[in-house]
């Protein structure tokens, strides 16, 4: 019987599977060979710290078809709900790349995506930047992931040229500067590219309507804590200057990158809130100029004036 098991079993495999699992270490892998010789399949990797003790749950979750297709996916509260409810095994995406693997699944009603955290306070930043309309809804999901609504719409730098007219511009300015007020009032600092970076690439996602929705928090930072920010929280900051990659070229050794880290710290906490939610304009600054090199420059201006529009209000 595909994917039929117990209360207990499914929180075992929960527990085993979340927070996401490390590689397994080669001598593991080997010890999971269903017999000699054979390999392990890719999809029951995740599941490796069932091997050992659980090892009769572990030879089913093996042979399970819907365990094939989904792998960890499958236990996941929105999908495993779903399919115990009888719906269909959803067609699963991947993309992602900082944070690694980004999973889409797409069942007949409606398209999730799970994403492993990118940083350790990206799931309260998440929930805040959907509750507020401006990020996408966060729904049930396990320790260390996220578990979000789908965005339809495309990406503001692949938006066809026929849609570029004033007035669309002019909306989807208007709706990123008031994305980034609200994300600003919540003390979230967005810290990330929004119109488009120098590849052309963007998080602005835009629906037919020039409704817009940022996706990807995970540089992002809740100033809740200000002045007090963690590590984490300082290197995320640092990390989208400029000058911190010409750094990192020179930096001599860790010592000398925890020192720089250390000085920012202290800059950082020195500076207003607004000082470093202000570095989110630049940034949007940046990205409409970028982007008009590929869009042509006659989306700066209405692109720029409804963005102060929606930001200044
Ligand atoms: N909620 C979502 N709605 C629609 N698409 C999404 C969503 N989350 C992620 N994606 C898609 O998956 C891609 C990767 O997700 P995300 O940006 O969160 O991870 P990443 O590791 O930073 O990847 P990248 O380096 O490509 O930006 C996005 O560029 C987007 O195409
Ligand atoms: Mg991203």
Known sequence: MPLDYTNEEV????????????????????????????????????????????????????????VKTLSHYAFFPEVYSRLSSGQKVPNLGFSGRARGTVAVLTFEDR???????????EDEIARIAGDIGVGPSQLETLPGYLTEEFVSGMFFTELPEERLTEDFLNEVGSEVGY?????????????????????????????????????????????????????????????TLPMYRVFLGMAEDQNHV??????????????????????????????????????????GE???????????G
């Open 258 to 299: 925890d020192r720089f880290l250390d000085e920012y710290a202290q800059k950082l906490a020195a500076s207003e809130q607004s000082e470093i939610t202000s570095r989110d304009l630049q940034f949007a600054e940046q990205g409409i100029k970028m982007a008009m090199l590929t869009m042509g420059e006659k989306i």
């Open 302 to 312: 209405p692109v720029k004036r409804g963005f102060l529009n929606g930001y200044y």
């Open 179 to 239: 994305m980034l007020r609200r994300l600003h009032q919540e003390g979230i600092y967005y810290n990330d590219v929004t119109f488009s970076d120098p590849m052309g690439r963007s998080h602005i996602l835009v629906a037919l309507n020039g409704r817009c929705r940022l996706i990807d928090f995970g540089i992002s930072l809740n100033l809740d804590q200000h002045p007090n920010l963690g590590r984490e929280e300082v290197h995320n900051f640092v990390r």
């Open 111 to 121: 398209t999730i995506v799970i994403k492993p955290l990118q940083s350790q306070r």
């Open 11 to 66: 929180a075992v495999i929960r527990r085993a599977i979340a927070p996401p699992p490390p590689k397994p270490p080669e001598l593991v892998i080997d010890g999971m060979r269903p017999s000699a010789g054979m390999p392990v399949p890719d999809h029951m990797l995740p599941f490796w710290k069932l091997s050992d003790l659980e090892m009769p749950l572990f030879l089913r979750l093996t042979t399970d078809p819907v």
